[in-house]
């Protein structure tokens, strides 16, 4: 196909122009991760009732963001690959899955972390944390789903629906785990009770997420282009390319 | 002249006969012609059942009140758990003595074809659990109204295990790990199901309208009834392709 | 703009130290982690690329 927006779609073309676009993913996340990470940690102030303990909201609220946006994005892919039989796009899903999981695992530790103090016990049955475990699940299922069919197109189509049913799925978890943590624990705990926000408090979750968005996406494209080599292999333009001289 | 049992009969009358009458019913009917001859496993997820809500007491201790805190959702994940051991079945046998590929090659709609295996498959796993969750109720002291609250629950609740758990059984049909890779798949799912499900017996035991709960879940089988048989005929396709 | 008066303070985090900077650990050590097996996976699929190209190099060189 002759039109830019399939131009890119086959593995040939764009293993290259990933490799040329991942250093700058690189420089922005670390970029935006120095200027966030000063802020959060040295510019915001402490906070009135969770005093220094709250800075750990600068880590663990990009990593949930994260792990959601990723979830959706993934199932996009996924999706994609579905509908056009377009190799490339099912091969985004599968490289975005690991970093997503990541993310989500992250959530929860942070969340762990945050919530030990405040609130005295390693995990709270909060709305928010239940939900991250479950997408925590859900990542974890698309990859083993993937990794237990050995047809790669198989997997890949397997995989697309089981995110697909996730993704529709995703909603109506979170909306049924904050009724039933409302039902058991009243208005009482909640971490998404976060501090009210300072302005640098703000800026300095976004910069963090601004972070943790480039830096998955450098990581992404990293793990496309090995997906890419290992699928492609017997291709011949794979055996033309510098690394394989 | 040796007689032919009747699940045989029916597979061969299916594969046979052009399309006529309604394709669910004859899907329908011949699972349950099979399923009444592999009672054995019918029966080993009703036991299931029947020991799970035992262990729990056993485990935790007999005082009425803390069984009846604990009653709604042991008895729920118990049926969860029970309905997740039958999954397996609804696709594998026929794909492995080819009935399924039959199916998917057949003029019926592949959908209509799958709602009845689903349907068989609830009528076989699902409803036994419905019609025996109040006695098993009664081990943990749950009154009349929360007794009814948890089987109307469950009466709509488990055709939504088993919508859910047909896509999750169609994903993995022939692959290595199956039956814990299933699980993994398909309990996420599941939560909604059994937080409206638990929830609803727990607002009746506080003296709450269950309403609400009942609703949700309702509201959850409608949307099973209305994605499930498309996504698993799409898992079908492509695990067979 | 930075409200911190001394070093020793900022390590201090008001008490929490353990929990903010165990989940600034935490977080560093996961994405060094990912990165280093994403450069394993590679260093892996290119050196049976390379052993592939060698070997038809040699074969065409029989030819």
Redesign the interface.
């Known amino acids: 196909m002759s039109s830019p927006f399939f131009r890119f779609a086959s593995p040939v073309r764009f293993y290259p122009m990933a490799g040329k676009l991942i250093p700058w993913f690189w420089m922005a996340a670390s970029v935006f991760g120095l200027v966030g990470l000063y802020v959060g940690f040295m510019v915001a102030p402490t906070d009135a009732t969770q005093g220094d303990g709250y800075r750990i909201i600068f880590l663990h609220v990009p990593a949930s963001w994260m792990s959601m946006f990723i979830y959706v994005v993934m199932a996009g892919w996924a999706a994609a690959g579905l509908a056009f039989h377009t190799r490339l796009s099912s091969m985004v899903a599968l490289a975005l899955a690991p970093t997503g999981a990541l993310m989500a695992f992250l959530s929860l530790w942070t969340g762990a972390l945050w919530g030990k103090p405040m609130w005295g016990t390693w995990w709270v049955w909060d709305a928010r944390l239940t939900s991250e475990l479950i997408l925590l699940f859900l990542y974890l299922g698309f990859l083993a789903l993937h990794a237990a069919i050995d047809e790669p197109k198989r997997a890949d189509r397997a995989a697309a629906v089981l995110a697909l049913v996730g993704v529709v799925n995703v909603p109506i978890i979170y909306f049924s785990v904050k009724w039933w943590n409302t039902l058991h624990q009243g208005s009482s705990v909640s971490l998404t009770k976060a501090p009210a926000m300072a302005q640098t408090m703000l800026w300095g979750m976004l910069l963090m997420a601004l972070c943790f968005w480039m830096y998955s996406i450098a990581a992404g494209l990293t793990r496309l282009r090995a997906i890419i080599l290992e699928r492609e292999a017997q291709a011949s333009w794979v055996l033309q390319l510098p690394e394989a001289a | 002249m040796k007689a032919i049992d009747a699940p045989v009969a029916a597979t061969r009358e299916f594969r046979a006969a052009p399309r006529e009458g309604s394709p669910v019913l004859a899907v329908l009917q011949r699972d349950l012609l099979l399923a009444m001859r592999r009672k054995g496993e019918v029966l080993t997820a009703l036991f299931f059942f029947v020991i799970v809500s035992s262990l729990f007491p056993l485990g935790i201790g007999p005082e009425p009140a803390l069984l009846r805190k604990i009653g709604p959702g042991v008895l729920w994940v118990g049926a969860l758990l029970a309905t997740m051991l039958g999954l397996q079945r609804m696709f594998a046998s026929d794909h492995a003595d080819g009935t399924l590929e039959q199916m998917v090659l057949s003029s019926a709609p592949l959908p209509l074809l799958v709602a009845g295996k689903i349907a068989a498959h609830w009528l076989v796993c699902g409803l036994p659990v419905v019609l025996l969750a109040p006695v098993l109720g009664l081990q943990f002291d749950l009154d009349a109204a929360s007794l009814a609250t948890l089987t109307l629950g469950l009466l709509i609740g488990t055709p939504v295990l088993s919508l859910l758990g047909a896509i999750g059984a169609a994903l993995t049909l022939g692959v290595r790990g199956g039956g814990a890779l299933l699980s993994l798949l398909v309990l996420p799912l599941y939560i909604p199901t059994l937080i409206f499900g638990a929830g609803a017996v727990q607002a009746q035991l506080s003296g709450l309208d269950p309403g609400g709960h009942l609703s949700l879940l309702g509201a959850l089988l409608a949307l099973s009834l209305f994605i499930a048989p498309w996504a698993t005929t799409a898992a079908l396709r492509i695990s067979l392709e | ?4 008066t001394s070093l020793s303070d ?1 390590l201090h ?4 130290a353990a ?2 900077w ?3 650990g ?2 560093a050590l ?2 060094v982690v ?2 280093v097996l ?1 450069k394993r ?2 260093e892996t ?2 050196r ?3 052993q ?2 060698r070997a ?1 190099r040699m074969e065409q060189g029989l030819a």
């Open positions: 703009m930075n409200h911190w900022f985090m008001g008490g929490y929990y903010v165990g989940s600034v935490v977080s996961a994405l990912e990165q994403l996976r590679m699929i290119v049976s690329l390379r592939r190209a038809e």
